[in-house]
Antibody, heavy 115, light 106 residues
Framework: EVQLQQSGPELVKPGASMKISCKAS????????MNWVKQSHGKNLEWIGL????????SYNQKFKGKATLTVDKSSSTAYMELLSLTSEDSAVYYCAREGILDYWGQGTTLTVSS | DILLTQSPATLSVTPGETVSLSCRAS??????LHWYQQKSHRSPRLLIKYASDSISGIPSRFTGSGSGTDYTLSINSVKPEDEGIYYC????????FGGGTKLEIK
């Protein structure tokens, strides 16, 4: 069974950075891209970018360049997204999702940016 | 970026009805269009890929159609558990989502 298990909710201060993890199981981690999606205000969905775990290659939505950095650890089948210089606009639920058709999703990680 | 416009914004129906949800793209996306269902406090779930391809485990009452810029998700004989928000996603270029259609079951 394909599963994507994300790290827990985060409360961080403005200006800080943080990293979300997404541990994959039930399939060949290096055989599929991992995508990241932002959902704000409980509805609006935005594609952040993707990473190819096989070679580490990345592609970003222009809007999130400089905001998000995607990496993987093949040894643990885990994908990471680091979010930089956080503001209140970054408060949202973040999802990892497999492959371009986003066929499997993590449970989501809620990020709250507040002083 | 390609803009996806979903309509209607909200749909309120009774169980047993058949509904059609629309997703219109700002340019042709050549059937590179996928549909998702999101229930309250849950992650989105893939329903249909590439405009009309079925997904294993998804009930057959969910079907997709369309081409070019216009796409439709149909739900035949709606059930109470179909309540949620439905989104379309285009993967032809930098992926973008539609704004969603909220389906309410009376």
């Amino acid at each position: 069974e394909v599963q994507l298990q994300q790290s827990g909710p985060e409360l961080v201060k403005p200006g800080a950075s943080m990293k979300i993890s997404c541990k994959a199981s039930g399939y060949s981690f290096t055989g599929y891209t991992m995508n990241w999606v932002k959902q704000s205000h409980g509805k609006n969905l935005e594609w952040i970018g993707l990473i190819n775990p096989y070679n580490g290659g990345t592609s970003y939505n222009q809007k999130f360049k400089g905001k998000a950095t995607l990496t993987v650890d093949k040894s643990s089948s885990t994908a990471y997204m680091e979010l930089l210089s956080l503001t209140s606009e970054d408060s949202a639920v973040y999802y990892c999702a497999r492959e371009g058709i986003l066929d499997y999703w993590g449970q989501g990680t809620t990020l709250t940016v507040s002083s | 970026d390609i803009l996806l416009t979903q309509s209607p914004a909200t749909l309120s129906v009774t169980p047993g009805e058949t509904v059609s949800l629309s997703c219109r793209a700002s340019q042709s996306i050549y059937k590179n269009l996928h549909w998702y269902q999101q229930k309250s406090h849950r992650s989105p779930r893939l329903l249909i890929k590439y405009a009309s391809d079925s997904i294993s485990g998804i009930p057959s009452r969910f079907t997709g159609s369309g081409s070019g810029t216009d796409y439709t998700l149909s739900i035949n004989s709606v059930k109470p558990e179909d309540e949620g928000i439905y989104y379309c996603l285009q993967g032809y270029s930098t992926p973008t989502f539609g704004g969603g259609t909220k389906l309410e079951i009376k």
